[in-house]
C-alpha cells in the first residue's frame, strides 16, 4: 500500500464590533473594514430582514447615503434583498435560491460582499446562503437583535432547517466580520429584548461565575432594559462565546462535547412542538432550568445556585412553563441530541455557577421528575 498524508492548517479570524451609528456617513467602520479586502471600489449586496426595515424605514436610505459617502470603497448594489424575518425563513428557505439568482443576475462573485442585517434566523440562512453559493462569498454580519448580538450572530455556524430537523443543513464558515450596532435593539419588541438574555445566563453558568452572579444582581436593570446594562450584558456575552470558540480545541464541533449547547436538548425540540411560537430563548430558558433542576438533582449543585438561576431567569423576563414542555417526549429529544452528535450522547451538567461537566448518560426517570417539577413549580426550598 501506498499513501500520502495530507494535512494542512488555516488561519480564520474576523472582527467583531460593538458600535452606534455605524451607518451615520462619517462614520467609517463599515467602510474600514470593506478595505480590509483591499484597495479599490467592492461590491455589496445589502440582505434586510423585513421585522427590522419595520422598526428603521429609513435603513435603505441611509444605507444609499452610507455608500454614496464612501462611493471609492463601496458601491451598493440595488435593490437589496428582503427576507423575511424568524424562523420561516430557515424553514422555507426561498430566499436562500433567490440570493443564488442575485448571486448571477447581479454578477455577485467571491470577491464581493453580503452585508446580511437581520436577526439570528435571517443570519443564519442568508449566511448559509452566503457560504454555498460560488463556494463562498465575503458575509458581513450587523445582527439586530440581542440573541443576535450575543450568540447566534457572532460565530461560525450558518444553517437552515429540513424537513422538521432545525439547523440539519448548515456550514462552518468564519464570517468576513460581525458589527454589532447597539441603536438597532431600540426597535425591538420586549419579548426579543428578553429572549436574547438566555444565552447569556447559559454561558456565564457555564463559563464565568462572577458574570452569572452580576446577571443576577443586575436583572431588575436588564428586566427595565438599561442601556448601560444591556450593552454589558451582550458584550460579556460575545466575549465568552468567542473565547469558547477560539479555545476549545474544537471550534467546528468535530467532537461531541457540545457545552455551549447547555439546556439546548430539549429547546430546540419544545421550539418543533410549539411550531416556533415558542421562541429559542424562551425554549433555551426553559431548557436552563430543566437541566439546573436535573443537576441540583443529581446533587451537584446546591439549593442556593439552583434557586439563584430561576430568580435570575424569572427576575429578567422569562416563564418557565410553556405546554411544549409537557409535550415534550423526554427520551427521543435525547435519543435527536445523540443523533445530533454523532452517536455519543454528551449532556452538559452544571457542578456549580462558571462550572460545568460532560455527562454520557442520563437517568430518565430523574429527568421526567424534573420536568413535572417545573410544570408544577415545585423548586426545593
Known amino acids: 500500500m501506498w499513501q500520502i498524508h495530507q494535512a494542512f492548517t488555516m488561519t480564520h479570524e ?9 451607518l451615520s456617513p462619517d462614520n467609517t467602520l463599515l467602510a474600514d473594514i470593506v478595505a480590509l479586502a483591499g484597495k479599490g471600489c467592492h461590491r455589496i449586496l445589502p440582505v434586510i ?20 459617502t464612501h462611493s471609492e470603497r463601496i458601491e451598493l448594489i440595488e435593490p437589496p434583498l428582503m427576507v423575511r424575518g424568524g424562523e420561516i425563513c430557515k424553514s422555507e428557505p426561498v430566499e436562500v435560491d433567490e440570493f443564488y439568482q442575485r448571486t448571477q443576475t447581479d454578477r455577485i462573485d467571491r470577491h464581493s460582499f453580503a452585508l446580511v442585517i437581520g436577526g439570528g434566523a435571517v443570519i443564519d440562512a442568508m449566511g448559509y446562503a452566503a457560504a454555498t ?8 454580519r450587523m445582527p439586530t437583535t440581542v440573541l443576535a448580538q450575543n450568540d447566534a450572530g457572532i460565530g461560525v455556524k450558518n444553517a437552515i432547517n429540513y424537513r422538521g430537523r432545525k439547523n440539519y443543513l448548515g456550514t462552518f464558515t468564519t464570517p468576513f466580520a460581525v458589527i454589532n450596532d447597539y441603536d438597532f435593539l431600540s426597535s425591538l419588541p420586549d419579548r426579543d429584548r428578553i429572549c436574547g438574555m438566555a444565552e447569556a445566563v447559559k454561558v456565564a453558568l457555564i463559563r464565568d461565575g462572577e458574570f452569572f452572579h452580576w446577571l443576577h444582581q443586575a436583572r431588575e436593570r436588564l428586566a427595565a432594559f438599561e442601556p ?17 470558540i477560539r479555545t476549545s480545541g474544537d471550534p467546528f464541533e468535530q ?22 411560537e415558542l421562541r429559542h430563548g424562551e425554549a433555551v430558558a426553559i431548557g436552563i432550568a430543566l437541566d439546573s433542576l436535573y443537576s441540583h438533582a443529581q446533587g451537584m449543585i446546591d439549593t442556593e ?18 405546554p411544549a414542555l409537557e409535550k415534550l417526549d423526554i427520551d427521543a429529544a435525547l435519543q435527536g441530541f445523540r443523533e445530533h452528535l454523532g452517536g455519543k450522547l454528551c449532556i452538559t451538567l452544571l457542578t456549580e455557577a462558571g462550572h460545568a461537566e460532560e455527562v454520557g448518560e442520563i437517568d430518565l426517570a430523574m429527568m421526567h421528575d424534573c420536568r413535572q417539577q417545573l410544570l408544577e413549580a415545585k423548586w426545593p426550598a
Open 228 to 244: 448601560e446594562a444591556m450593552e454589558h450584558m451582550i458584550a460579556r456575552c460575545a466575549e465568552l462565546h468567542l473565547n469558547h
Open 305 to 322: 445556585t439552583l434557586l439563584a438561576i430561576r430568580d435570575t431567569l424569572e427576575g429578567v423576563g422569562f416563564t418557565l412553563r410553556h
Open 255 to 276: 467532537g461531541s462535547a457540545r457545552p455551549l449547547d447547555f439546556g439546548h436538548w430539549g429547546a430546540h425540540r419544545m421550539e418543533e412542538l410549539s411550531g416556533s
Open 14 to 22: 474576523f472582527p467583531v464590533c460593538f458600535d452606534r451609528g455605524t
Open 133 to 140: 453559493a460560488h463556494r463562498g462569498i465575503r458575509l458581513i
Open 49 to 68: 430582514d423585513d421585522e427590522v426595515l419595520k422598526g428603521h424605514p429609513d435603513l435603505i436610505d441611509r444605507l444609499k447615503a452610507y455608500a454614496d
